[in-house]
């Protein structure tokens, strides 16, 4: 079983930045794959980023593609989601996701919310 813990969620300005972490627990942190989830109202939730094991590849979501940047640091067990230029239709819940084979599991999610 994983835990997850996400931080860092808040209201922004159109523009600015935000840093998201998420801390795991419950099972060695460089065997899982980590990614990043959103869900605006009304909306399904949809991939943002992602990032295997070691760090060595990263994937994007066309929409956050250039402006968002996923990093891990397995000494500390945690992911992190740097987004900058920030803009309305970025306003969501931010979900952080574990991955190992064919078992998931989900934090309990951060509220982003972009003003004009």
């Known amino acids: 079983q994983v835990q997850l813990v996400e931080s860092g969620g808040g209201l922004v300005q159109a523009g600015g930045s935000l840093r998201l972490s998420c801390a795991a627990s419950?099972?060695?942190?460089?065997?899982?794959?980590m990614g990043w989830y959103r869900q605006a109202p009304g909306k399904e939730r949809e991939f943002v980023a992602a990032?295997?094991?070691?760090?060595?590849?990263?994937y994007y979501a066309t929409a956050v593609k250039g402006r968002f940047t996923i990093s891990r640091d397995n000494a500390k067990n945690t992911v992190y989601l740097q987004m900058n230029s920030l803009k309305p239709e970025d306003t969501a819940i931010y979900y952080c996701?574990?991955?190992?084979?064919?078992?998931?599991?989900w934090g309990q999610g951060t509220q982003v919310t972009v003003s004009s």
């Open positions: 990032i295997s094991w070691g760090g060595g590849a990263t």
């Open positions: 419950g099972r060695t942190f460089s065997d899982l794959d």
């Open positions: 996701n574990a991955a190992a084979g064919s078992e998931g599991y």
